[in-house]
């Protein structure tokens, strides 16, 4: 499919690096296309940043039906614009698309129309280390219907946003709460995937959290809520005795992309890492007895956040010395050098260039 074009004259002021705030500035140009079952996925284009129209009886606004992602766009220090695992982000996006009953899309062709856009939208791409593009492709279902059923036609968008650190924190240490009172997903539902309703099943919780001055919710299993799973907005690693846990996928976990990329470097580094079951029971004992000696969560938007503290009931459990964990530190070091080119090794070849 041929990409039509057209660019704004209205060109947005850019914001300060220094000053950069997470997700609520907007490039000058999105990407979209559109599916029906006649066209399959069709009309492809770019066309200036601006709201979408939809009919108020759009099915993604009654019964949810939307999947999304996030990945970033990173400047070198030699000023190559890079993606980092752009590849697999798309593959889980179709992933997401089929349990949602959306029509898959090209992952090659998607990429291709995400570096077009980022080839337009160069500039945007903020200078300063830690700062990145952060870009958001999301589907959603447009038809006006209010029956329960699968949307027959979709809307599929990408937009960019210039960010700083997703904490306040910056890459410090965080506190995160447990809680027994709410639960996000079980498995068989939709934890696997990266849909609104799994975020929306969070928020209660998490206000509950903040207005304990703690940054993020730390879920437990549906079930038996004893089995830890993830954190709102990450994947949860525990470093017990040298060796580094993280729950297994079960079908209620969010594959994350960065929680594969922890496990693959800690496999090339010969830490010893497991993927299983951890109850908190297990993690409450651990540091009982001093063998805690890190919590750390991954994910694309914060990369590793160290944890300082884990409450859960009326126990608080201080993390080491409230410090950044020297294992944390290595992977976070190791994936920020990637993405910003700080180092030729990539073992895995997950950076892309991009040719703009």
Not at 52 to 70: K, S, T
Not at 162 to 175: I, L, M, Q, R
Not at 240 to 247: A, C, F, N, Q, V
Request: with cysteine.
């Amino acid at each position: 499919m041929e990409i039509s074009i057209k660019l704004t004259k209205n060109l947005k002021p850019h914001p300060d690096d220094s000053n950069l705030p997470f997700g609520s500035i907007f490039t000058d140009h999105m990407f979209i296309m559109n599916y029906s079952p006649e066209k399959y996925w069709h009309n492809p284009r770019i066309e200036p940043y601006s709201s979408i129209m939809m009919d108020p009886a759009a099915m993604v606004l009654h019964y949810g039906q939307a999947v999304f992602e996030g990945l970033k766009a990173f400047r070198t220090k030699s000023d190559t614009i890079v993606l980092f695992r752009a590849k697999d982000n798309f593959k889980r996006m179709n992933k997401s698309a089929k349990s949602l009953c959306i029509p898959e899309f090209d992952e090659s062709f998607l990429l291709s129309a995400l570096k077009k856009l980022l080839s337009i939208e160069k500039d945007w791409i903020p200078k300063s280390h830690g700062t990145s593009l952060y870009i958001r492709p999301t589907i959603i279902g447009t038809d006006p219907y209010l029956g329960v059923r699968a949307s027959y036609t979709y809307q599929l968008f990408i937009i960019l946003s210039p960010v700083g650190a997703y904490y306040s924190e910056g890459f410090n240490p965080v506190k995160i709460w447990v809680t027994k009172d709410y639960v996000r997903t079980v498995r068989g539902g939709l934890g696997e995937a990266k849909t609104p309703a799994n975020y929306a099943a969070s928020l209660y919780a998490g206000e509950e959290a903040h207005k304990s001055g703690y940054t993020q919710v730390l879920w437990l299993d549906g079930i038996m809520q004893n089995y830890i799973e993830e954190v709102g907005s990450m994947n949860i690693f525990f470093v017990i005795d040298g060796e580094l846990i993280t729950p297994e996928l079960t079908g209620s976990i969010l594959p994350g992309i960065t929680r594969d990329s922890v496990i693959a470097l800690a496999k090339l580094w010969k830490i010893p890492v497991a993927e299983r079951r951890i109850s908190i029971d297990e993690v409450i004992d651990a540091h009982n007895s001093n063998k805690l000696q890190e919590v750390f969560g991954s994910g694309t938007a914060a990369v590793i956040s160290p944890v300082e503290e884990i409450k859960y009931n009326d126990k608080i459990l201080k993390i080491g010395d409230g410090k950044v964990g020297p294992m944390a530190n290595k992977f976070f070091k190791s994936i920020i050098d990637l993405q910003y080119g700080n180092t030729k090794e990539d073992p895995f070849g997950w950076i892309e260039t991009v040719d703009v």
